[in-house]
């Protein structure tokens, strides 16, 4: 093969999906599956009605209702009017646009990158759209997964397709393997931290190598969620026998003859050794130690033992000196042993069943600091009940820490669970933006295992030092 | 609305990375309809504590009016949520000017008719510059010829936009209107494609 025909996994996949290209014109591209949500459809259905139009694919949409939800008592009507509208009105529009519906209530209902591998409906090879810029979540499956906006929602209901400009393609390989205490999450954090919170705006984004293969397909979720953080339109991890594992007799995964059919399709994606990439990063797993971000950018992350810097990677003295006036923090200064009023675990960056498990496992027999609330908000209700069979429930109420029920909660604080103004909350979550939590809260984003830490402690901690 | 030879004052906004979460806050996302969202746009930058204006922020300095907002880089990151272009249309701007966008919000802003002009780092430091000497400094746009213009320095620069965007802009239609006449396709492409999810 010459070089020119060797592909990577991202051109193979979009290759596949352009239904027409003209010059100086963008693809139009074909979109397998959509998800929607409460927050950002119902624009776009009231776009159809205006131009009388049905969902074209009714089977490839699905919804689910997170962003707005309440944690605590969901089976009381939502207290809350608007947000008790919005929920409403997107089972009012899927019901009358016959769209499959995972709504408050539904045994199967939770964060829609969370429900969407879990119901099988995220698969490797396809081109998957939301209302919603974490969508890159699913590239862990080698799927082509983007974040839209409402208007283009409402292009693909009507159409199944987007205009689309082909970006660019960058490789991060993360070889080696990872230190004591260091998870997926703190990868993709250092990963931001090296190339800056727009160091991959106009690219696609596929994740290689070593410590990256060797991730469970949890973990993958956790790095692609995060890519839309340093810019980029989406991340890709390509498919191998760890995805077909967590796929197989998912709800809706091809089953029997269709299931082997699949598989050898899946299996001819993976890049072609030589392909070339618009730029390329290399990393060592070996420098990486536990992370946490101390101002009000995802790319603002340090290692738990560095000092808080002059500036960011790609940002500007200003900018810091901005940032680090609303954290209450200065330059050069360390985080370690910081008092902390809040932990919030989840999001639909670390709120599936791993994630709670290795809580679980960290904080048994131990209890959290006195002065700290403690949030665990599963992901979906497949994970809640997961937790409670595993007995998970009762190590965190043990250690006093509250258990609620599946939603987006603190990770936007669109619903009642904000944190207050001035208030440090140690996240796994995957924005630290001024007012993300709620207005004027202060978040530290970090992995699962260090937010533990921080429980027990009271104070930003080392979490390499409890293990 | 056409952008051609579109001339205005600016509001200055001299900060890097302002993410969509800034420009409309997610609890006011509630809301089923486009409208109304620029009552709220920057609120938490707008209003101190409640209603009380925080007059250190430039939509409040009455001295800076106009319907073109300039700036710092990489403006519209993080949240993919469109009500941030209608938020800035709503209260009334037409063209945001910066030295680098983020994606999506590029995208949501041009499928609003709101135009996301790119120019380089040290064209939009002379912006910035010149409004600082001259509240009153007025831009220039014409978008036929693709330029931008400082119009008391006489100062010009190309700016970039896609073909197919800039005639929709013009001509005042949207994507949906072109995927649509291509159903035909659309179908085609589905009975032929090499593997099929559906
Ligand atoms: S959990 Fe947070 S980031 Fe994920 S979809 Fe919900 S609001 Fe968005």
């Known amino acids: ?467 | 609305m056409s952008f051609n030879n579109y001339t205005s004052t600016c509001v200055p906004l001299p900060m890097e990375n302002v993410d969509t979460d800034q420009i409309i806050p997610a609890r006011f996302l509630k809301a089923t309809s486009r409208e109304g969202f620029g009552d709220n746009l920057f609120r938490d930058w707008r209003y101190l504590k409640g209603e009380t204006k925080n007059e250190d922020f430039v939509l409040n300095n009455p001295i800076y009016q106009g319907e073109i907002l300039v700036a710092g880089k990489n403006f519209g990151c993080g949240s993919s949520r469109e009500h941030a272009a209608w938020a800035l249309d709503d209260y009334g701007f037409k063209v945001v000017i910066s030295s680098f966008f983020a994606d999506i919000f590029k995208g949501n802003a041009l499928n609003n008719g709101l135009l996301p002009i790119q120019v380089s780092d040290e064209f939009l430091a002379e912006i910035f510059e010149q409004i600082e000497a001259n509240p009153k400094t007025e831009i220039k746009i014409d978008l036929e010829s693709q330029i931008v213009k400082i119009v008391e320095k006489q100062k010009v620069m190309n700016f970039e936009i896609n073909t197919f965007k800039k005639t929709c802009l013009l001509n005042g239609y949207d994507d949906i209107d072109y995927i649509i006449s291509q159903k035909e396709a659309i179908e085609a492409f589905e009975k032929n494609r090499a593997f099929s999810y559906a």
């Open chain 1, 1 to 467: 093969m010459n070089s020119n025909q060797l592909k990577t996994l991202f051109d193979k996949i979009w290759e596949a999906h352009v239904v027409q290209r003209k010059e100086d014109f963008p693809d139009l591209l074909y979109i397998d599956k959509q998800f929607i949500h409460e927050v950002t459809s119902p624009q776009a259905f009231d776009g159809l009605r205006k131009r009388d139009l049905p969902v074209f694919r009714t089977s490839q949409t699905i919804g689910t209702a997170d962003h707005n939800v309440p944690t605590l008592n969901q089976h009381l009507p939502i207290k809350d009017m608007l947000s008790r509208f919005q929920v409403e009105t997107l089972e009012k529009n899927c019901n009358e646009f016959g769209v499959e519906l995972y709504s408050l209530g539904h045994q199967k209902q939770g964060i829609v990158h969370v429900i969407g591998p879990e119901l099988g409906f995220t698969q490797p090879g396809m081109t998957i759209v939301c209302g919603d810029s974490h969508t890159s979540t699913h590239g862990a499956f080698g799927a082509i997964a983007f974040g839209i906006g409402t208007s283009q929602v409402e292009q693909a209901m009507a159409t199944q397709c987007l205009l689309q400009n082909k970006p660019k393609t960058m490789r991060i390989e993360v070889n080696g393997e990872l230190g004591k205490g260091v998870l997926s999450k703190d990868i993709i954090l250092y990963i931001i931290s090296q190339i800056s919170t727009s160091g991959g705006t106009g690219y696609f984004v596929e994740y290689a190598g070593s410590a990256i293969r060797s991730l469970s397909m949890e973990a993958r979720m956790t790095i692609c969620n995060m890519s839309i953080e340093m810019g980029a339109r989406g991340g890709m991890i390509a498919p191998d026998e760890t995805t077909f594992e967590y796929m197989k007799g998912r709800l809706h995964v091809p089953k029997g003859e269709k299931w082997k059919e699949a598989v050898d399709y899946w299996k001819s994606l993976p890049t072609d050794e030589g392909a070339k990439y618009d730029k390329e990063y290399v990393f060592d797993a070996a420098d990486i130690e536990p992370m946490i971000t101390y101002g009000t950018n995802p790319g603002m992350g340090i290692g738990i033992s560095e000092n808080i810097p002059e500036k960011a990677v790609g940002g500007s003295v200003n900018e810091m000196s901005k940032a680090l006036n609303y954290m209450g923090l200065q330059q050069r200064q360390a985080l370690k042993g910081k008092k902390i009023d809040y932990v919030f675990i989840g999001s639909c960056t670390n709120s599936r069943i791993e994630d709670l498990r290795l809580v679980a496992e960290f904080v048994k027999g131990k209890r959290k600091a006195n002065d700290v609330n403690v949030w665990i908000v599963p992901g979906s209700k497949q994970v809640e009940t997961q937790a409670k069979k595993e007995g998970l429930d009762e190590v965190f109420q043990a250690a006093g820490f509250e258990l609620r029920q599946p939603g987006c909660s603190a990770c936007l604080g669109m619903n009642e669970d904000k944190i207050p103004t001035g208030k440090y909350c140690v996240s796994t979550s995957n924005r630290n933006f001024e007012g993300r939590q709620g207005p004027g809260s202060r978040t530290f984003l970090v992995s699962p295992l260090m937010a533990a830490a921080a429980a027990v402690t009271g104070e930003i901690t080392d979490v390499r030092e409890m293990l």
